[in-house]
């Protein structure tokens, strides 16, 4: 079993930054393809980024890429998603997702096998 524990979410004006972490317990996470996804009130949860096993692989979100940037650490077994130039709309309870795979970036979440409970990340215009 992989636990996952999201940190770092606040309350932020527009076009400031955030940092989220992923922290993984339970195994290591290096053989994993990890995400972030994101879900704001009344919405379906949506991918926002994810990075495969070795990190060399890295996917986003048409409405994120150029601003987030996703990361791993293999030394913590943590994950982060560092978010730029945030924008209201980037209003959403973020989630860390993990699948055992060495083959794939996933994006999509009824293909993670763990998750985390969520960050709330608030910007405010």
């Known amino acids: 079993q992989v636990q996952l524990v999201e940190s770092g979410g606040g309350l932020v004006q527009a076009g400031g930054t955030l940092r989220l972490s992923c922290a993984a317990s339970g195994r290591t996470i290096s053989s994993y393809a990890m995400g972030w996804f994101r879900q704001a009130p009344g919405k379906e949860r949506e991918f926002v980024a994810a990075?495969?096993?070795?990190?060399?692989?890295?996917y986003y979100a048409d409405s994120v890429k150029g601003r987030f940037t996703i990361s791993r650490d293999g030394a913590k077994n943590t994950v982060y998603l560092q978010m730029n130039s945030l924008k209201p709309e980037d209003t959403a309870v973020y989630y860390c997702a993990a699948r055992n795979s060495l083959t794939v970036v996933e994006t999509r979440p009824d293909r993670m096998d763990y998750w985390g409970k969520g960050t709330l990340v608030t910007v405010s215009s």
């Open positions: 990075i495969n096993w070795s990190g060399a692989t890295e």
